[in-house]
């Protein structure tokens, strides 16, 4: 800064005013002065910025403390989720037992309807058995039925003859009125004979074919067998399909249980339910080696130096957490811990510092 | 809303800057009439001053180029003032007055020390010609150089010409091809909408031809520089070219007028470089905006959107840089402005060896290391050049030069 004031410069026959001489030189002392300050402070702060950075870039013992409040979004977020779980948990337990009680109502019912269906069966074989024992018999007895209408029949024909014959001698008067129709009466009850013989012929036909044959109604009952089998069928397809569903509402509530039992090893878990004020940090996995359980804990002045033990680490978080550096801002994956401070306001440092002081004052 | 101000700020900058140089692409693949009419048979006296200080043998280097340029010999003189240099270059320039006795060469010398604007000056005060050339001492000229200056002055109105300058050195380092680029870029595309408007904010002062009336005009306002008592001797080409627009008359960067300088080497003289240049553009900042409505009623926007948002993208670039640093420093580490800086490299490149072949640069991945220079450029030279308004030096030419002894040619 080797110059000249103003001799270069001015007119020589115009010579300066010495006011505006002193005000130049007063101004040009304070920029000076300013210059001086200001550059040495951006020298300063260049140089400190570029340590702070190779510190950080080297350093692997730093992590950063995180305040985490009830209300904090993730810690809300997080309740949220349990209390749903918890809400799903208990919704599937009323559902489980809803679903054991109508399993037990379809056993019952299933039960009932196989008794039905050994009850039928033994109906249909008892009435089978006394068909064939009774069948032939009775196609017997409906050939001699037969054989005794056609003799009846051939009678009845004399019988007509004999009709014939009263009815001449009445008119003859050889008979009275009163023999007359006695006799007539007795023609007329061997007629009705005849046909009630008929009729229990055909009938008696009807019941040979039925214990010999398969008729109408051994298919109608057939027919509710089948019925009966399918129903016992259809019911255990619904029971089977309950049974997974139950399966799978159970292992539901455990797979919420596990979660739950997770969860509340979650920094969030214990942060939102805790009455106590907890203390967490980051932990880059870069880090992670520097984090064990019972390791001292260091705060230190401008996130270097000057270091006092604050506490140590208590818990360990296996759950990935992913931060922004406090340096670099680049976004960072690592864990999170839990730390037992003896000076609560270390958590509101930019960064702690696990194991050991990291210059080692 | 600082914030805002400042970001809406740094993106005009950047649009202009943009802009600036497609419009110069553009300008110069569809309108070729917006080239100077010029004509060559008016041939004007020139007188070409050639202030110089502690630059050695290069002065007599400058002066035998001269010598060979093919302008009347009779309508042109070398007046070379030497700004009391500690090396021998005084004795350079009386060598060269011997040896090169085809032209007219007048060698002077200052009582002290007063930089190069009063060198100038100094050697006005023996020129009698109608177009003054001020030169820098450290250049290779071609031998049309002042031919293409001259021409130019045919044009009525045309206050102020410069001429192209080229890299003699594009090869010696990642420095040096940084440069060639910049360069080349900054003469092709980023003037020529300047010239278009005939109001180019800035010629170099390695090649900067002037009306004698105009610079007799502007002289005592180049002497009477001054920053609180203390004379300033930097920025008098970025000086005299505003002070041409100022008085209505245009600027033109005739890119056929050709000379060559050697880049810095070093990146401390580069540094110094650059802290000169950075200093003369924050000075015509405040010079700018001290006397806006002026420069609103007399100038074309186009030049004063130049002259107020480029100088003011350097000082908002030196803000966003700390703010980028301080909120998220890996970002400038990324591969986006890599990717970035070297597909203009390549463009830039690629150009340079079609069109200016002897500047051709053979690492053009060098130029990624612009990131570096650009971290560097932002976060140091503006605010060093703020704080060193004081200074008054002569820049990269403050130290003395390895002493060569008379009559040791180069190789």
Same mark, same amino acid.
């Given at each position: 800064?080797?110059? $000249?004031?103003?001799?270069?410069?001015?007119?020589?026959?115009?010579?300066?005013?010495?006011?505006?001489?002193?005000?130049?030189?007063?101004?040009?002392?304070?920029?000076?002065?300013?210059?001086?300050?200001?550059?040495?402070?951006?020298?300063?702060?260049?140089?400190?910025?570029?340590?702070?950075?190779?510190?950080?870039?080297?350093?692997?013992?730093?992590?950063?403390?995180? #305040?985490?409040?009830?209300?904090?979004?993730?810690?809300?977020?997080?309740?949220?989720?349990?209390? #749903?779980?918890?809400?799903?948990?208990?919704?599937?337990?009323?559902?489980?037992?809803?679903?054991?009680?109508?399993?037990?109502?379809?056993?019952?019912?299933?039960?009932?309807?196989?008794?039905?269906?050994?009850?039928?069966?033994?109906?249909?074989?008892?009435?089978?058995?006394?068909?064939?024992?009774?069948?032939?018999?009775?196609?017997?007895?409906?050939?001699?039925?037969?054989?005794?209408?056609?003799? $009846?029949?051939?009678?009845? *024909?004399?019988?007509?003859?004999?009709?014939?014959? *009263?009815?001449?001698?009445?008119?003859?008067?050889?008979?009275?009125?009163?023999?007359?129709?006695?006799?007539?009466?007795?023609?007329?009850?061997?007629?009705?004979?005849?046909?009630?013989?008929?009729?229990?012929?055909?009938?008696?036909?009807?019941?040979?074919?039925?214990?010999?044959?398969?008729?109408?109604?051994?298919?109608?009952?057939?027919?509710?067998?089948?019925?009966?089998?399918?129903?016992?069928?259809?019911?255990?397809?619904?029971?089977?399909?309950?049974?997974?569903?139950?399966?799978?509402?159970?292992?539901?509530?455990?797979?919420?249980?596990?979660?739950?039992?997770?969860?509340?090893?979650?920094?969030?878990?214990?942060?939102?339910?805790?009455?106590?004020?907890?203390?967490?940090?980051?932990?880059?996995?870069?880090?992670?080696?520097?984090?064990?359980?019972?390791?001292?804990?260091?705060?230190?002045?401008?996130?270097?130096?000057?270091?006092?033990?604050?506490?140590?680490?208590?818990?360990?978080?296996?759950?990935?957490?992913?931060?922004?550096?406090?340096?670099?801002?680049?976004?960072?994956?690592?864990?999170?811990?839990?730390?037992?401070?003896?000076?609560?306001?270390?958590?509101?440092?930019?960064?702690?510092?696990?194991?050991?002081?990291?210059?080692?004052? | 809303?600082?914030?805002?101000?400042?970001?809406?700020?740094?993106?005009?900058?950047?649009?202009?800057?943009?802009?600036?140089?497609?419009?110069?692409?553009?300008?110069?693949?569809?309108?070729?009439?917006?080239?100077?009419?010029?004509?060559?048979?008016?041939?004007?006296?020139?007188?070409?001053?050639?202030?110089?200080?502690?630059?050695?043998?290069?002065?007599?280097?400058?002066?035998?180029?001269?010598?060979?340029?093919?302008?009347?010999?009779?309508?042109?003189?070398?007046?070379?003032?030497?700004?009391?240099?500690?090396?021998?270059?005084?004795?350079?320039?009386?060598?060269?007055?011997?040896?090169?006795?085809?032209?007219?060469?007048?060698?002077?010398?200052?009582?002290?020390?007063?930089?190069?604007?009063?060198?100038?000056?100094?050697?006005?005060?023996?020129?009698?010609?109608?177009?003054?050339?001020?030169?820098?001492?450290?250049?290779?000229?071609?031998?049309?150089?002042?031919?293409?200056?001259?021409?130019?002055?045919?044009?009525?109105?045309?206050?102020?010409?410069?001429?192209?300058?080229?890299?003699?050195?594009?090869?010696?380092?990642?420095?040096?091809?940084?440069?060639?680029?910049?360069?080349?870029?900054?003469?092709?595309?980023?003037?020529?909408?300047?010239?278009?408007?005939?109001?180019?904010?800035?010629?170099?002062?390695?090649?900067?031809?002037?009306?004698?009336?105009?610079?007799?005009?502007?002289?005592?306002?180049?002497?009477?520089?001054?920053?609180?008592?203390?004379?300033?001797?930097?920025?008098?080409?970025?000086?005299?070219?505003?002070?041409?627009?100022?008085?209505?008359?245009?600027?033109?960067?005739?890119?056929?007028?050709?000379?060559?300088?050697?880049?810095?080497?070093?990146?401390?003289?580069?540094?110094?470089?650059?802290?000169?240049?950075?200093?003369?553009?924050?000075?015509?900042?405040?010079?700018?905006?001290?006397?806006?409505?002026?420069?609103?009623?007399?100038?074309?926007?186009?030049?004063?959107?130049?002259?107020?948002?480029?100088?003011?993208?350097?000082?908002?670039?030196?803000?966003?840089?700390?703010?980028?640093?301080?909120?998220?420093?890996?970002?400038?580490?990324?591969?986006?402005?890599?990717?970035?800086?070297?597909?203009?490299?390549?463009?830039?490149?690629?150009?340079?060896?079609?069109?200016?072949?002897?500047?051709?640069?053979?690492?053009?991945?060098?130029?990624?290391?612009?990131?570096?220079?650009?971290?560097?450029?932002?976060?140091?030279?503006?605010?060093?050049?703020?704080?060193?308004?004081?200074?008054?030096?002569?820049?990269?030419?403050?130290?003395?030069?390895?002493?060569?002894?008379?009559?040791?040619?180069?190789?």
């Amino acid at each position: 800064m080797a110059t $000249t004031i103003l001799d270069a410069t001015h007119d020589p026959e115009k010579p300066r005013k010495p006011l505006q001489l002193i005000a130049y030189k007063v101004t040009l002392t304070l920029y000076r002065v300013f210059a001086i300050v200001t550059l040495y402070a951006v020298l300063a702060g260049i140089l400190s910025y570029a340590f702070v950075m190779g510190f950080y870039a080297i350093n692997s013992s730093w992590a950063a403390p995180l #305040i985490l409040s009830a209300s904090d979004e993730k810690s809300l977020d997080f309740m949220q989720k349990l209390v #749903i779980s918890r809400q799903s948990i208990e919704d599937l337990k009323v559902d489980v037992i809803r679903q054991q009680t109508t399993l037990a109502e379809m056993d019952k019912y299933r039960a009932s309807l196989l008794a039905l269906g050994r009850e039928l069966q033994t109906a249909i074989t008892s009435k089978q058995n006394h068909d064939q024992l009774t069948g032939p018999e009775l196609a017997a007895l409906d050939k001699q039925k037969q054989a005794d209408n056609r003799k $009846t029949q051939k009678v009845l *024909i004399q019988i007509h003859q004999i009709d014939a014959q *009263i009815k001449s001698d009445l008119a003859a008067g050889l008979i009275t009125k009163g023999d007359a129709a006695t006799q007539l009466a007795a023609l007329n009850q061997a007629n009705t004979d005849y046909t009630d013989s008929r009729i229990a012929d055909v009938m008696l036909s009807d019941s040979v074919l039925d214990k010999t044959t398969v008729g109408t109604k051994t298919l109608e009952v057939l027919e509710k067998q089948a019925d009966l089998h399918s129903d016992i069928a259809q019911l255990d397809v619904t029971l089977s399909v309950a049974q997974k569903q139950l399966q799978e509402d159970n292992r539901q509530i455990d797979r919420l249980h596990d979660a739950i039992t997770i969860a509340k090893q979650s920094p969030y878990y214990l942060n939102a339910s805790g009455d106590k004020r907890l203390y967490f940090a980051f932990v880059p996995y870069d880090n992670q080696a520097n984090a064990t359980v019972g390791a001292p804990i260091y705060d230190c002045y401008l996130n270097m130096a000057f270091c006092r033990k604050v506490g140590t680490v208590k818990q360990i978080f296996l759950g990935e957490q992913v931060i922004n550096h406090p340096i670099f801002k680049n976004q960072i994956r690592g864990l999170t811990i839990l730390m037992d401070l003896s000076r609560p306001e270390s958590a509101k440092s930019q960064t702690v510092f696990m194991g050991r002081k990291p210059l080692f004052f | 809303m600082a914030p805002i101000l400042l970001w809406l700020i740094m993106f005009l900058c950047l649009v202009i800057s943009v802009v600036k140089y497609l419009m110069g692409l553009i300008l110069r693949l569809s309108f070729p009439s917006i080239k100077i009419r010029k004509d060559y048979t008016w041939q004007p006296t020139v007188s070409v001053l050639l202030p110089c200080y502690n630059e050695g043998r290069t002065v007599y280097n400058s002066i035998e180029s001269i010598s060979k340029c093919n302008y009347p010999n009779d309508r042109f003189e070398v007046i070379a003032q030497d700004d009391c240099s500690v090396d021998d270059s005084h004795e350079w320039m009386l060598k060269a007055q011997r040896d090169f006795t085809n032209i007219s060469i007048r060698v002077g010398r200052n009582d002290f020390n007063c930089g190069k604007a009063r060198t100038v000056c100094n050697a006005l005060q023996g020129s009698s010609a109608e177009i003054i050339i001020s030169i820098d001492s450290d250049c290779i000229f071609h031998p049309d150089a002042i031919r293409e200056l001259t021409a130019c002055f045919a044009e009525p109105g045309i206050g102020s010409v410069g001429g192209r300058v080229g890299v003699s050195n594009p090869n010696d380092n990642v420095i040096t091809a940084i440069q060639t680029i910049v360069y080349y870029a900054a003469f092709e595309l980023y003037k020529i909408p300047e010239n278009m408007t005939r109001s180019v904010c800035c010629i170099s002062g390695c090649l900067f031809a002037i009306r004698r009336e105009l610079l007799l005009e502007i002289e005592p306002t180049l002497r009477a520089r001054h920053w609180f008592g203390i004379p300033v001797n930097q920025g008098e080409d970025r000086f005299l070219t505003h002070q041409t627009l100022m008085r209505g008359y245009g600027t033109y960067i005739n890119n056929d007028a050709l000379c060559w300088t050697a880049v810095p080497t070093k990146l401390s003289v580069l540094f110094n470089q650059q802290l000169r240049w950075r200093s003369s553009i924050l000075r015509d900042l405040f010079y700018t905006l001290r006397s806006l409505p002026t420069h609103v009623f007399k100038l074309h926007p186009n030049t004063i959107f130049t002259m107020v948002l480029t100088p003011l993208g350097a000082v908002i670039a030196l803000l966003m840089v700390i703010t980028m640093l301080s909120t998220n420093p890996l970002a400038w580490a990324g591969p986006e402005p890599l990717v970035v800086y070297l597909g203009i490299a390549a463009a830039f490149t690629w150009a340079i060896k079609k069109y200016s072949v002897r500047e051709t640069i053979k690492h053009p991945l060098a130029f990624g290391a612009y990131i570096a220079w650009s971290l560097a450029s932002s976060l140091f030279i503006t605010p060093l050049a703020l704080l060193t308004f004081d200074s008054g030096d002569w820049g990269t030419r403050a130290k003395a030069p390895e002493e060569v002894p008379i009559g040791h040619n180069n190789p």
